[in-house]
């Protein structure tokens, strides 16, 4: 296993390199003066170089070949896994010229810019040219990244691994069947529901008492994590013992810090709960960003939305935030944190009517990608799936086609995954409540163990050891399906919405 040790050693490297990246990133986001932007880009520039050459160097080749040659890798062990995995990503890296690589990132970085100013003026006209050079620069990405079926799979690929966008299209479209007429007969009734109770006055000092209790009682172990603030929340780790989460405050709306704090627990559980038998692997990771979904949007609504989790912490809000809630019962504050309405932003959607929001992007994707659907014809199409999903169209682009940062930084195949993971979220707590019926009683005591257990020893310790289908299959018993979340969602709103 002499190869095999050597590559492990070099993975290892490479890692720790990632890793010492992804701090300088934090500190970007977190401490960081100022001033020192331009060296700090220019210092994570130089990491990322070293990082990507000691991945794609002939040596590295060298022992994949050579551990190939010690490791049965058809078999089910770690060591197969372990290989697989480094050669996926050694191929996967080895495929882009360092020429496009360079460009592509040229190109987005500029782009940034120019899409926070056209967002700002309101003025797609001004973006398009770079959008459509990124568009471009992606169907190339995706040509040298090679795919068997659509051109949109290669992409795809990147964030969800061996995904097809066929299998995506064919969820979406059983889900909208079922959403749609769901989301308008809530649209409806509105009015039964208020969230006014979210929109008062709590002090920040205590939202963060009270988010830091809570992720807590969920679970998140701040011995190997912390949290701070940020403009854009996120979660990140420089191993499975350092896992860090941020969050924003907000003094007159209470849902952002507790339900983003809560959101991004889940994302640090999962990499909290690796195996310290993946550490210096390319393995010690979450499997796709869909699945790392799942665990965020689990927490988030399934469990911090439920009417279990809060009839055990609702009387510490009332206690924390005192005065502020005394007039709010328990009913009334768990249907204010569920209310359902059409919005124009994504990132601000309820749990109802999000998933709506990533078909339209999905599906002009898929239609810019194929060349069904110019860019400069995108706006409208926009709107007018807006209309069709949501049944209200954007004043302005600002807050239609120019809400999310994604397209401008080179992300396009992306937005799926989000829906994926929202989907799967219930598929994977269905099936942990079939082990464990007694979860949701246990979540009304504030017991939350059982189910992150079964969490851990189903998706967290596996890290990238199977591929997500694979793992969703061994987890769930099948492949992702809409049907779990469908009827999650008709258990919990029907009476919400008295429908
Ligand atoms: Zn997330």
Redesign the pocket.
């Known amino acids: 296993m002499q190869s095999f040790n050597a590559l492990k050693e070099r993975t290892k490297d490479i890692l720790n390199l990632k890793y010492a990246t992804a701090l300088l990133e934090w500190d970007q986001q977190t401490y960081m003066p100022e001033g020192a932007a331009e060296a700090r880009a220019s210092q994570i520039a130089t990491l990322s170089k070293l990082a990507h050459e000691m991945l794609t160097a002939d040596e590295t080749w060298k022992l994949i070949e050579a551990a190939e040659r010690e490791v049965d890798t058809n078999s089910d062990s770690l060591e197969a896994a372990i290989v697989r995995i480094t050669k996926r990503d050694f191929e996967r890296s080895n495929k882009l010229p360092s020429q496009f690589v360079a460009e592509f990132a040229a190109t987005t970085a500029m782009a940034h810019e120019i899409w926070v100013k056209a967002r700002a003026n309101n003025d797609y006209a001004a973006f398009l040219p770079t959008l459509e050079k990124i568009f471009d620069l992606c169907r190339q990405q995706a040509e040298y990244l090679g795919y068997e079926d659509h051109i949109y799979d290669a992409l795809l690929d990147i964030f969800e691994p061996n995904a097809k966008s066929a299998y995506v299209a064919k969820v979406f479209s059983n889900l909208r069947e079922e959403l749609v007429p769901f989301a308008q007969a809530i649209f409806e009734h509105q009015d039964r529901v208020s969230d006014e109770p979210l929109h008062r006055q709590f002090p920040l000092e205590q939202q963060e008492t009270f988010g830091l209790m809570i992720a807590r009682a969920l679970g998140y172990d701040f011995k190997r994590g912390r949290q701070d603030k940020v403009v854009h929340p996120f979660c990140t780790s420089f191993s499975r013992n350092d896992v860090r989460i941020t969050t924003r405050f907000y003094p007159d709306f209470l849902s952002p810090a507790l339900f983003g704090t809560i ?1 991004e627990t889940g ?1 640090a559980l999962y990499e909290q709960g690796l195996s310290p038998e993946l550490d210096g692997t390319f393995l010690a990771d979450g499997v796709s960003l869909g699945v790392h ?1 799942s665990q ?1 949007r689990l927490w988030e609504n399934i469990v911090g939305r439920s009417y279990g989790f809060w009839s055990y912490f609702y009387p510490d809000a009332q206690r924390i935030f005192a005065g502020i809630l005394d007039d709010v019962s328990l009913d009334e504050f768990y249907k204010a944190i569920n209310a359902v309405k059409p919005s124009f932003i994504r990132v601000e959607a309820d749990e109802v009517t999000y998933p709506l929001h990533i078909m339209l992007r999905f599906e002009l994707e898929l239609d810019i990608l194929s060349g069904n659907l110019s860019l400069k014809d995108a706006p409208e199409a926009w709107n007018s799936k807006m209309q069709t999903y949501l049944g209200i169209t954007p004043p302005n682009d600002s807050e239609g086609i120019l809400q999310d940062v994604h397209w401008s930084s080179g992300i396009i195949g992306y937005f799926p995954t989000y829906a994926l993971g929202t989907l799967l979220s219930a598929q994977l707590y269905e099936a942990a409540l079939k082990d464990h019926p007694s979860i949701p009683e246990e979540i009304q005591i504030g017991k939350f163990d059982t189910l992150l257990e079964w969490m851990r020893t189903n998706i967290h310790q596996h890290g990238r050891r199977y591929m997500p289908d694979e793992l969703i299959q061994k987890a769930t018993g099948q492949s992702l399906t809409h049907a779990p979340y469908m009827r999650y969602l008709k258990e919990k709103y029907t009476p919400i919405y008295d429908l």
Do not use: D, L, N
């Open positions: 959101h994302h979904e965020s």
